[in-house]
């Protein structure tokens, strides 16, 4: 330790001697050594400035978020989407207008669309006047109108204008291999459409059962264009048919001037619609049937009061009928849960759902084939699929032997019109072959 601190103070020491020594051989220069005037280095002050410009003050209120872009004082456009979670008032705050304006011209639309129904993606343009105002706003309703809302802070009004388009007539035939709707896929049909073609012959049909290798199907439907041909939207099916092992099965769309309802009939005038449609969901494997059988958890013999549908996580499942939610919610082995009361007679029961469709809740009126679920596999079972149940005055019965009462039959003067439908229809169908196009302007 002591020799440590020795080494240290000579160190210091030496440190301290060197300064004394510089400094006294800087004091003791002469005058010659000493740079001249001539050679000062000379630094000169930069004088810089800064010029801010600042707006003029503006009586008009703040915006709600930050400052709308403006570009030289000009007129600008802007083009939004609604996101997840926005109404339109929101969308248009988001976008930089002024909370009076925004207020306002959305209260100018009521007479033509309803904005607390406005849809994730919706788009609208915007166009802002050079202070910042919202000088017009177009909104695309749907394919065939748009809504224009226009004016100044307080004096904004809307109006509808309908949109030009035409009406392609399309025909498919195909073959099946394997589902109807792979078929369907393969030959073009958009997935919209096959849906609807599924859908108005799920009443005679047991999809899962009654579909041949071999099967042909036939469709003809409408596709509009709108006036650009940017636009296509998918139309109404106006004929369809399966040949199922060799017997066909035919439907006309027709509108009965007396109820003024759209549905789908036979060629004798038989509604295709029946209280109950045979199967809930489409490409499903019937992978349990009504009866007793060893439970697959259980491990003993049960009566099974329902039918059970295999069918991948996320399969939508429709309602069988018109009718009332009576429950939707968890409920025990069950899982996620559906009931749905049609009239006084049937109550269907769906099971063991994922996830429960947009809205389905207890009280909601629902509509025979609307999306009430998507199969899952939840409550206690082995694997995912859908559970179903009708019940019949109270009581479990088996659907698939169930005899489901029928819809209207056309007679008398509507019988006649809806002949004279058929007979247009099959004329279409002809001139389709012959491959003639067939297209109608509207306005």
Do not use: C
Request: charged share 25%; hydrophobic share 35%.
């Amino acid at each position: 330790m002591y020799r440590n601190y020795k080494r240290i103070f000579y160190i210091g020491s030496f440190f301290i001697l060197s300064l004394i020594l510089g400094f006294s051989n800087l004091f003791s220069l002469p005058k010659e050594a000493i740079p001249k005037a001539a050679n000062k280095i000379t630094v000169e002050k930069i004088k810089t400035s800064l010029s801010i410009n600042l707006p003029k003050q503006s009586n008009k209120p703040t915006k709600s978020l930050g400052l709308v872009e403006k570009s030289n004082d000009q007129a600008f456009f802007k083009e939004i989407k609604i996101k997840y979670g926005q109404g339109l008032m929101d969308a248009l705050l988001d976008s930089g207008a002024y909370r009076v304006d925004a207020f306002n011209a959305v209260n100018s639309l009521k007479d033509h669309f309803d904005a607390r129904k406005i849809q994730v993606g919706q788009k609208i343009n915007l166009y802002y006047s050079s202070d910042g105002s919202i000088d017009r706003l177009e909104m695309q309703k749907d394919f065939d109108n748009l809504i224009i809302v226009q004016g100044k802070q307080k004096n904004y009004s809307s109006v509808n204008i309908s949109l030009p388009s035409q009406v392609i007539t399309r025909h498919v035939f195909g073959q099946i291999d394997d589902s109807l709707f792979l078929a369907a896929q393969r030959k073009g049909l958009p997935q919209i459409i096959i849906a609807n073609l599924i859908s108005i012959f799920s009443y005679d049909v047991d999809f899962q059962r009654e579909i041949r290798k071999g099967d042909q199907f036939e469709i003809v439907y409408e596709r509009k264009l709108s006036k650009d041909g940017r636009s296509v939207q998918e139309g109404n099916i106006l004929f369809a048919k399966l040949t199922l092992s060799g017997k066909e099965i035919s439907l006309f769309r027709h509108t009965p001037t007396e109820s003024g309802i759209v549905g789908y009939f036979h060629e004798d005038g038989q509604s295709s619609k029946r209280a109950l449609m045979k199967t809930p969901i489409e490409g499903a494997r019937l992978s349990s049937y009504y009866g007793n059988r060893n439970h697959p958890v259980l491990g003993y013999n049960r009566m099974h009061k329902g039918i059970d549908f295999s069918a991948p996580t996320g399969t939508p499942i429709m309602a069988a009928g018109d009718g009332v939610v009576e429950r939707a919610s968890w409920y025990g082995s069950f899982g996620n849960y559906v009931r749905i009361r049609h009239n006084g007679t049937y109550k269907t029961i769906y099971a063991h759902m994922s996830k429960y469709g947009r809205g389905i809740k207890k009280g909601v009126r629902v509509q025979q084939g609307q999306i009430i679920g998507y199969v899952g596999a939840t409550g206690r079972v082995t694997g995912r699929h859908l559970h179903y149940e009708v019940h019949m005055n109270g009581t479990q019965v088996n659907p698939l032997t169930l005899k489901i009462p029928s819809g209207i039959k056309l007679n008398g003067e509507e019988f006649q019109r809806f002949r004279a439908v058929i007979e247009n229809k099959n004329q279409i169908i002809m001139e389709i072959k012959s491959n003639i196009l067939l297209t109608r302007a509207l306005n």
